[in-house]
């Protein structure tokens, strides 16, 4: 099973930008579908964005300002986050899941990161 650690995470104000990153390890890396998920306190865990081969899916609420992208040679996934809003404050975890799966933006992930905190200011 493969093995997540993100970074990047940190304080920011609001129009900033972030980049986080998922290194993994202990599989092959080409084979998954990368999804980044994220949870505020006291809300449940949502899902912010997946990368399936180099076809790429967002939640309505980060369109057009994150972007995902993932580099297979370094074993890669990042989010590219811009135009930073307070609401986009929580821990933000990676996942994978084969990119066999076919099924919905939570669906089949199995392997999660720790979580790395964002914390956007107004």
């Known amino acids: 099973q493969v093995q997540l650690v993100e970074s990047g995470g940190g304080l920011v104000q609001a129009g900033g930008s972030l980049r986080l990153s998922c290194a993994a390890s202990?599989?092959?890396?080409?084979?998954?579908?990368m999804g980044w998920f994220r949870q505020a306190p006291g809300k449940e865990r949502e899902f912010v964005a997946r990368?399936?081969?180099?076809?790429?899916y967002y939640a309505d609420s980060v369109k057009g300002r994150f972007t995902i992208s993932r580099d297979n040679a370094k074993n890669t996934v990042y989010l590219q986050m811009n135009s930073l809003k307070p609401e986009d404050t929580a821990v933000y975890y990676c996942?994978?899941?084969?990119?066999?799966?076919?099924?919905?933006?939570?669906?089949?992930?199995?392997?999660w990161g720790q979580g790395t905190q964002v914390t956007v200011s107004s």
């Open positions: 202990g599989g092959t890396f080409s084979g998954y579908t």
């Open positions: 990368i399936w081969i180099s076809f790429a």
């Open positions: 996942a994978a899941r084969p990119a066999t799966y076919y099924g919905g933006n939570f669906d089949g992930f199995h392997s």
